[in-house]
């Protein structure tokens, strides 16, 4: 039999300075077997359990107070049905959220305005992005449709895409405002979106790949996170 796995932040000098130590301890996977006995429960399982209550609204709402003043306290639903719902479901997004980039983009609907810029010949023109943009103007902006470039404008984007949220900001718009050539003020250095593209990845179309990929991982985390099951008798 090995050894119990320490505490997460405990010092021990007698082992080496490196070493691995998985985030959920020993004690921590025996306080939810207690909770299902006879099912069998790995630390994997339980990682994924945290992953997918951290993203249920019921919990979110309930616990809005303490979540806001400190780490979040991870409960034992009751029954051993809803641990597995909520394990199942983080795990799925956990590989979303972690592999976006190889999920199949969204069929989103391409206007293209000059034909005579070919993305064959020259995509690197074609694909160069500078800022994306809602099309109409304010406060009656038209968020199903992006005008990408003076050449491409996307259109056909679910709007419940946008329902997907991260620190207060829809994850399609962290896409907008991350893949775009901006000048730092103070330092004077240009972050293009179109170098990473063509020297990192090899694909000129990569930002445009991208906001349909996550156009998918969106409405797929709406899809799942909306059908977990509600928080009952916890522990």
């Known amino acids: 039999m090995s050894d119990p796995q ?3 932040f405990e010092q021990d000098v007698a082992r080496p300075r490196m070493v691995r130590r998985d985030a959920i301890t020993d ?15 790995t630390k994997g399982d339980l990682f994924h359990y945290i992953y997918g209550i951290l993203h249920s609204e019921d919990y979110r709402t309930r616990f809005a107070n303490s979540l806001r003043k400190q780490l979040p306290r991870i409960p034992r639903v009751g029954a051993a049905a809803d641990f597995w719902a909520f394990s199942k479901a983080g795990r799925t997004l956990g590989w979303i959220h972690v592999h976006y980039e190889q999920v199949e983009p969204y069929p989103v609907t391409f206007t293209i305005s000059d034909t005579s810029i070919s993305p064959v010949s ?20 038209d968020r199903s449709t992006v ?22 900001k829809p994850a399609l718009v962290w896409v907008m405002e991350g893949q775009c050539v901006k000048t730092d003020k103070a330092s004077g250095i240009v972050n293009d979106a179109n170098r990473y593209a ?3 990845v090899g694909d000129p179309a990569y930002p445009l790949r991208l906001f ?7 409405l797929k985390t709406v899809e799942i996170v ?3 099951p509600p928080l009952r008798d916890l522990s």
């Open 6 to 8: 320490p505490d997460l």
């Open 27 to 41: 004690a921590g996977l025996a306080h939810f077997q207690e909770a299902y006995p006879g099912e069998e429960i």
């Open 122 to 141: 020259n995509p690197e023109q074609f694909y160069r992005v500078e800022k994306m943009r809602f099309s109409g103007k304010r406060p009656n902006l």
């Open 147 to 168: 005008i990408y470039n003076a050449n491409i404008t996307i259109s056909g984007i679910p709007l419940e895409a946008y329902d997907y949220v991260l620190n207060g």
């Open 198 to 200: 063509i020297e990192t």
């Open 212 to 218: 349909q990929r996550v156009i998918t991982v969106s």
């Open 226 to 228: 909306n059908s977990l």
